[in-house]
């Protein structure tokens, strides 16, 4: 079984910088294919950013292009968000999860475990 704990987030002010992180336990992790996703108050949850099945490639959508970097430091079983030129259009509830299989990096149902959460709320 593969427990995901979020740390990191909340209030913000646009412009500022925040970063999440994920650590992962119950699995070895170097290889997991893991990514992050968010999802706004009346909105479906969307990828945001994401690591290639093999974990050696990384994606991002292009609302977060540029701003956002995903990380991972794998002695610590640990993932990250560096959340950088935040915008209001941000905030959201960000959920790290873990895919055990090829599927679209994309697509919340390709992932099979999911962290409880964090808020990131970015003030104007």
């Known amino acids: 079984q593969v427990q995901l704990v979020e740390s990191g987030g909340g209030l913000v002010r646009a412009g500022g910088s925040s970063r999440l992180s994920c650590t992962a336990s119950?699995?070895?992790?170097?290889?997991?294919?893991m990514g992050w996703f968010r999802q706004a108050p009346g909105k479906e949850r969307e990828f945001v950013a994401g690591f290639t099945w093999g974990g050696d490639g990384t994606f991002y959508a292009d609302s977060v292009k540029g701003r956002f970097t995903i990380s991972r430091d794998n002695a610590k079983n640990t993932m990250y968000l560096q959340m950088n030129s935040l915008k209001p259009e941000d905030t959201a509830v960000y959920y790290c999860?873990?895919?055990?299989?090829?599927?679209?990096?994309?697509?919340?149902?390709?992932?099979?475990?999911w962290g409880q959460g964090t808020q990131v709320t970015v003030s104007s």
């Open positions: 999860a873990l895919r055990q299989s090829p599927r679209s990096l994309f697509l919340p149902s390709s992932y099979n475990y």
């Open positions: 119950g699995r070895t992790f170097s290889n997991l294919a």
